[in-house]
């Protein structure tokens, strides 16, 4: 019965991704930012795939069931609190751009070196956040289908990699509205199913009203508030967010749509944090030992939905980012000649699954890998990405070295500390007497604010860009987006 409801859910969303494909009609426009055309529940559903994936669900629970509501409640509410900030002050003047990937923004607004840098540091990042995805998946399929973990892991990239090879943007934004239906009734059936079974009492000090997990350091305070700022500001310069924010069919449906992302982000994901302090136990061993076979099915359903909404955007926008940014790749549609960026997009999403796939066999962690994703972005693009938008006085230089500083502190405080955000660190420890695990948490703070030192005090010792400029050299991007004839 499990491995039928979660066939159907995936034979579903291939369905949905293969008819929606057709519209890409050989245009790299169309595959990568859905022809500039989505309305706004199209919007509103895609922005709400990309943040609520399996990190965010099931990594919630397992925070939450081990270290209290906010470790895990944090994911999800940091992810929403990344879209209600980027529709108050980033999604109209974004989507007003004209752009086909955030790095673009890098290069019009500092020059190519800064386009460079960024693109490849985005490229990591989101090879960490499909990894996470793809843990989640492989622990679902190795508990529940009998497959090992690496076959579950590669069950749901050769899914992912159907659809959205064939349909890109189109596909992952209309399978998202599948996807979100079936997350949203899972959430709440197993909701209400907790509270009617266990009751919603959590434990002593692991209820959302126990504040002592965001202010005492003992009860993880630090770690709690550095997870709510890497998702809710370092998610901002997230290459999948934005690349929705550019499909939007205006800069109104953008600013709309990130609102009701956000409030749908929490209201999903917020159940699953409650369900892990109500009964003390993970996801996965509660739907394996306790719940009843119908609702075991259609939360695992949701767990799949919820894994392959976040993988196919983030593959794609990272293969894009790589041959568009980094390969200097551009859309070329004229009839009965190959786009050379859609051709070169589809193959480089063959090395980025592999990548991701390496590391999620590395690192099979749950929740952790998406907060060290966005905490990377954090340090280092968002104090560049922010202030050159909004202030004269950015420069190349400055935005450089905010990006150095940032990720030189940030990776050597990572390689100081034994874990990461309450997990151990598996990844990249060196063991010394400098960082305890007290730590933890400090190193997010610090690293941003080394990026925002360096960048403010370079850009006052060096000529301004100017934001005149960037709104002056938008029209190259203006044209290059326009239909060719």
């Known amino acids: 019965m499990v491995i039928l409801g979660v066939a159907l859910a995936i034979v579903s969303m291939i369905v949905v991704g293969l008819l929606v494909a057709r519209r890409v009609a050989g245009d790299s426009r169309n595959f990568l930012v859905a022809g500039r055309s989505l309305a706004l529940p199209v919007v509103a559903a895609t922005l709400m795939g990309q943040a609520v994936d399996t990190n965010a669900t099931l990594g919630a629970t397992d925070l939450a069931a081990g270290l209290g509501f906010w470790a895990g409640a944090g994911l999800p509410l940091g992810l929403a609190l990344c879209l209600l900030l980027t529709g108050l002050f980033f999604a109209r003047p974004m989507n007003r751009m004209g752009l086909t990937t955030l790095p673009d923004f890098f290069r019009l607004r500092y020059g190519r070196a800064v386009e460079v840098a960024a693109a490849l540091l985005m490229i990591a990042a989101f090879a960490i956040l499909v990894a996470g995805n793809l843990v989640a998946g492989g622990f679902l399929f190795e508990r529940f289908l009998g497959t090992s973990y690496s076959g579950g892991v590669l069950i749901i990239v050769a899914v992912v990699l159907i659809y959205t090879l064939a349909g890109g943007l189109l596909s992952d934004a209309y399978t998202s509205i599948v ?182 066999l590395r690192v099979p962690q749950t929740g952790v890998l998406l907060t060290l994703a966005f905490d990377l972005m954090l340090a280092c693009l968002v104090v560049p990405f922010v202030l050159g938008l909004f202030w004269r006085r950015g420069s190349a230089p400055a935005a450089l070295a905010a990006l150095a500083v940032g990720l030189v502190v940030r990776l050597v405080l990572f390689a100081l500390t034994p874990t990461m955000y309450g997990a151990p660190n598996t990844l990249l420890h060196v063991p010394n007497t400098l960082a305890g695990a007290g730590f933890d948490g400090w190193p997010t703070f610090i690293a941003l604010g080394a990026s925002l030192i360096v960048y403010v005090g370079v850009a006052l010792s060096t000529a301004p860009a100017g934001i005149r400029g960037v709104d002056l050299r938008m029209e190259e991007t203006r044209a290059e987006a326009a239909p060719s004839p």
Not at 259 to 273: D, Q, S, Y
Not at 306 to 324: F, K, M, Q, W, Y
């Open 179 to 360: 996807q979100m239906l079936i997350t949203a009734t899972a959430a709440f059936a197993l909701l209400f199913w907790v509270a009617a079974t266990f009751g919603l009492r959590p434990a002593p000090g692991a209820g959302p009203f126990d504040l002592g997990q965001l202010s005492d350091p003992g009860q993880g305070a630090v770690v709690n508030w550095a997870t709510l700022v890497a998702l809710g500001i370092g998610d901002i310069v997230a290459i999948d967010f934005m690349q929705r924010i550019f499909a939007a069919r205006s800069p109104d449906v953008a600013r709309r749509a990130c609102f009701i992302a956000a409030a749908g982000t929490a209201v999903i994901g917020v159940p699953f944090a409650l369900v892990a302090v109500a009964t003390g136990q993970g996801l996965l061993a509660l739907l394996d030992g306790a719940a009843p076979a119908g609702l075991s099915v259609l939360v695992l359903a949701g767990i799949v939905s919820a894994s392959l909404s976040t993988a196919d955007g983030a593959i794609l926008g990272t293969a894009a980012v790589a041959v568009r940014n980094v390969g200097s790749a551009r859309r070329v549609h004229r009839p009965g000649r190959a786009d050379p960026l859609l051709r070169a997009t589809r193959w480089a999403m063959l090395p980025v699954v592999g990548g991701a796939v390496l590391l999620a």
